[in-house]
């Protein structure tokens, strides 16, 4: 670090220009690693003009002075004319350094206080009615509204799942599921104060995040960025993680409340569930973010809560959270979620995002003039944003803290534990790993997810991390310079095989003016269609049209063959295809439709009538088809590789296109993996598979064949690293499954009651921007499997799951011993369980030790068992530690439907210890009295 002068201003580089010595040195010093980023200027004090290095400095303090931040009059100095002003400024601000305080760098709010209370109420009574509402909508998709008249800035906000996302390249966390398959609330806690930090270095005054939505299904297109299937284990991380980010002077927003646990259809859906269910397992999480985290921001989710959007639900924002749970702080609602604004304002929306479309000035005005809203009623909302605001101190210092860099050195090694602890083995069989780098000499990485990284799923979520680890990159560090490493892709590009596809004669194209095939059509022949690429927002097209692709393909050769189909398929979109006449089954979609594909046994000779039928609802079609052979359609060069190798590791899964927000996914592997799991497997028995993906997956056609499986899920920018350490035995495997790791979708408990009733579609009035109601038609979705949800399924009906919920190996041993359990205590009162967990193998490690409970004695129906306490312990081989955990009487309480409140059956509970849901080898009773 260059010792000149004690100041360090901070430069934005993005306003400087190349012109001036002062700003053409910065450029060329700085400008190759911090481009278009903060930077502060090390001076002499004696020359303002002569600036000699550029450095990303950690500072200790800040400067609570706003006039610091930041310093845009650079771009100014190009003429030299303006020049002497800069210099000015900064001798100016040489001259106000005394005055500067300097402080501590966190800055959690503070509690509210009357003196709050009263700043908050007295800044309402200084805004109109007209000012008060236009507060209550956001604008610019990421910021809240300013108000002029008493000085209130906009506050800014970035999405999160996964990182600081909306303001370019970032920290890539290992998100949602590999936080939960981590275990460690001590890590969530990291991962919230490096989220924290990641804002601050952005201005960012709200963090879109974190999502603790339950994971029902395995489908369910977002359950990357939520946590896991049980609510207490989603508990006992949210709260860490809240803390971590609030620490930093960041409002965390816990989302989506509440029951988006499904991507189907997620504006209209109406999830029909019933209170109990709601209260032991969907609702948890948030009550635990709210009254243990003291969260600062809610985000309502899209979908209908029997029978009312979320934004609109008195019980849920009313009763549940503002009465309750006492929240006090913000209640805002996701991207256009919300759809009427005089119910919204009624029911507890306090903000509408992005923009106010039905909380606007025209509706609550008039609203508020005829009596259907009460002016108290908008009060309360602005005094719950300024109150929060004041809390943070927003309006006395800058969210700007050029102390947090944007490309974190300190975030990075967060995000890298973030990969080692959730990386799970799932089989090991015979000990393949860890691998006895001495003995390798060839490795080949094959597979879609080997390279490029991938770090996270797609949407909202989807984070751009500076320099990401892919798994052959990862794989190829750790073995070193002596170990060769061969890499085949393995299977083509999809829209390679849209190309490759001979159809015969071409495909016929016939468009019609209309939405139902009508009218007179335009028909083309086009070689092939492979148009597809994943789109988040498409605009609505203002003419109607519909399409149908009609074309022959000609098998070549007797066998299995794979039909592709990638569709962008937004919410009002139709599509359907048929083979030879018979119509295949699609997939539901909402706003866009996992990429799928079908397989046809064909003899040589056999010809196809494919027919596609599309009726867009967007001006601009993604749109592919194609046919390949299944036997050549993993690589030559992938088999031989596998063949030449002394170990091969197969890197299958999903990725952004084919798993994230907005539709939901395939319980299968995304096309073609089966195979090239299964070619590849045949060529080397030593083939280790390494999945990506938000859960479970079909891997029926290949696990027996293969002797090692690892589960990613998605490990982040640091994941290629942490999947090499793991292979190699420089880090001991530690995740465990946070859901249960299903055979099929089917026997998912979730299956049968995942998609609308049929026969039960009823429309819904809404008002949309000013104009006349609109019909929107909601597809009931019954939540029928009530309590059943993933391991509370499988424990209950004596079945077993492919891999539990909580399992996970390690390269040691645990052996879990001493169950000291009271053998009576009173309902109520603080239980203390105890036990011993040693580490029986011969290499350090972690456990997650983990206690379920029992209630053999209930007068209701109750899960077998239910998570109610875990801790991870690291041991060094041959140690024991005694874990000690205590259970409140949540542990043992279920919601009594019919008094509406918790209640506990006493009599006897069986207290289970072990290292899964499944696995406990120790149990005691207690009587409850
Ligand atoms: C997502 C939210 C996200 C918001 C802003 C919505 O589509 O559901 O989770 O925070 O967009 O990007």
Redesign the pocket.
């Known amino acids: 670090m260059l010792q000149y002068g004690k100041l360090l201003i901070p430069l934005i580089m993005e306003a400087a220009s190349t012109n001036s010595t002062l700003v053409s040195n910065v450029l060329s010093v700085a400008g190759s690693f911090v481009p278009k980023k903060v930077a502060y200027l090390a001076m002499p004090s004696s020359s303002a003009v002569d600036v000699v290095k550029i450095e990303i400095k950690k500072l200790p303090y800040t400067f609570k002075s706003p006039m610091l931040y930041p310093f845009p009059v650079m771009r100014k100095s190009l003429n030299p004319f303006t020049q002497p002003f800069v210099y000015l400024i900064i001798a100016c601000l040489f001259a106000m350094l005394p005055c500067c305080t300097l402080s501590a760098f966190a800055q959690s709010p503070a509690p509210d206080s009357p003196q709050i209370e009263a700043k908050a109420h007295a800044l309402v009574t200084k805004l109109t009615l007209e000012e008060k509402i236009r507060l209550l909508g956001g604008e610019d ?2 910021f809240t509204k300013a108000v002029p008249s008493i000085g209130l800035p906009r506050f800014k ?1 970035s ?3 996964m990182g600081v996302r ?1 303001w370019g390249p970032t920290t890539a966390y290992a998100g949602g599921v590999a936080l939960a398959a981590s275990w460690d609330p001590a890590l969530a806690r990291r991962v919230g104060e490096g989220l924290g930090r990641d804002s601050r270095a952005r201005g960012v005054h709200f963090l ?2 974190p ?1 603790v939505n339950i994971a029902r299904s395995p489908v369910a297109g977002r359950n990357f ?1 939520y946590l896991s299937e049980d609510p207490f284990l989603n508990s006992a991380l949210v709260v860490p993680f809240i803390d971590g980010v609030q620490s930093q002077g960041v409002i965390a ?1 816990v ?2 409340y509440a029951l988006n646990n499904e991507e189907y259809n997620r504006h209209n859906v109406n999830v029909e569930v019933d209170e109990r269910t709601m209260r032991e397992l969907y609702l948890p999480a948030f009550e635990a973010a709210v009254t243990q985290g003291h969260v600062d921001a809610v ?1 309502d989710s ?1 979908n209908l809560i029997n029978g009312a959007h979320a934004t609109q639900d008195d019980f849920l924002n009313l009763k549940v959270l503002k009465g309750e749970w006492g929240f006090k702080s913000i209640l805002m609602s ?4 919300t759809y009427d604004g005089v119910a919204a304002a009624n029911n507890g929306l306090d903000l509408e ?2 923009s106010a479309r039905f909380m606007d000035e025209k509706t609550l005005l008039a609203a508020v003039k005829d009596g259907r809203v009460k002016e108290s009623t908008i009060d309360d909302k602005v005094v719950r944003i300024f109150r929060t605001i004041l809390r943070y101190g927003f309006l006395d210092r800058p969210q700007f803290d050029p102390a947090d860099s944007t490309c974190s050195v300190a975030d990075r090694a967060i995000a890298l534990d973030g990969a080692r602890e959730s990386i799970t083995l799932l089989k090991n069989k015979g000990s393949l790993l860890p691998l006895d780098a001495a003995k390798v000499k060839i490795i080949a990485v094959i597979g879609p997810d080997a390279w490029p990284a991938v770090t996270g799923g797609g ?3 989807e984070a751009r991390a500076f320099e990401p680890v892919s798994i052959l990159t990862g794989i190829a560090n750790l073995a070193g310079p002596d170990v060769h490493v061969l890499y085949a892709r393995g299977l083509p590009e999809m829209n390679d095989v849209f190309r490759d596809t001979r159809w015969e004669g071409g495909v016929t194209v016939t468009t019609f003016p209309s939405n139902d095939f009508t009218g007179k059509p335009e028909i083309a022949t086009q070689p092939y269609v492979g148009d597809f690429q994943r789109q988040r927002h498409a605009p609505k097209s203002d003419t109607p049209q519909s399409i149908r692709y009609s074309a022959s393909y000609k098998a070549a050769k007797t066998g299995s063959y794979i039909l592709l189909e990638a569709f962008q398929g937004w919410d009002g979109d139709e599509f359907k295809i048929t083979v030879d006449g018979k119509q295949l089954p699609v997939l539901p979609h909402a706003e866009g439709q996992a990429p799928q594909s079908w397989t046809l046994d064909l003899k040589a000779g056999q010809t196809l009538n494919i027919q596609a039928q599309c009726v867009p609802s967007t001006s601009t079609v993604h749109f592919g088809l194609g046919i390949a052979y299944e036997p050549e359609l993993v690589s030559a060069e992938a088999k031989q590789f596998a063949a030449l190798a002394d170990v091969v590791v197969v890197a299958a899964g999903f990725n952004p296109t084919a798993e994230g ?2 539709y939901d996914r395939t319980f299968t592997l995304p096309w073609g993996q089966d195979a090239l799991i299964e070619a590849v497997a045949a060529a080397n028995p030593r083939t280790i598979v390494t999945l990506t993906g938000g859960g479970g997956m079909d891997t029926r056609r290949w696990l027996d064949k293969v002797p090692a499986l690892l589960h990613t899920y998605y490990p982040g920018q640091e994941g290629g690293t942490a999947v090499g350490e793991v292979l190699f035995g420089k880090h001991n495997p530690e995740g465990k499954l946070p859901v249960s790791f299903d055979r099929s979708w089917e026997e998912n408990p979730s299956a049968h009651y995942y998609y609308p009733i049929k026969g039960a579609d009823t429309s819904l009035h809404v008002m949309e921007d000013g104009k006349p109601p609109v019909d929107y038609v909601i597809p009931h979705v019954k939540y029928e499997d009530k309590l059943m949800v993933g391991y509370r399924y499988w424990t209950t009906t004596g079945k077993h799951p492919l891999f539990p919920f909580g399992f996970g190996l390690s390269y040691t041993t645990f052996n879990f011993s001493n169950l000291q359990v009271p053998a009576t205590a009173t309902s109520g009162s603080a239980i203390s369980v105890s036990f011993d967990v040693t580490n029986t193998g011969s290499v350090a490690g972690a456990e997650v030790a983990q206690l379920y409970v029992s209630d053999p004695s209930t007068k209701v129906l109750r899960p077998e068992r239910e998570l109610k306490g875990f801790e991870k312990v690291r041991m060094a081989p041959g140690e024991t530690r005694h874990v000690t955990l205590n259970l409140d009487a949540g542990a043992f309480s279920y919601w009594d439907e019919a008094a509406h409140k918790w209640a506990i059956d006493p009599g006897k509970f069986i207290i289970r210890v072990g290292d899964s849901s499944e696995n406990t080898p120790l149990h005691a009773d207690l009587i409850l009295n």
């Not at 996701?334 to 979620?337: K, S, T």
Request: net charge negative; aromatic share 8%; glycine share 14%.
């Open positions: 998709n990421m906000m999405d999160a799942s909306t879109l995040g999502g960025e927003t989302k989506h985000m899209y996701d991207w256009d979620a995002m992005p949407g909202s979520s927000e907005g």
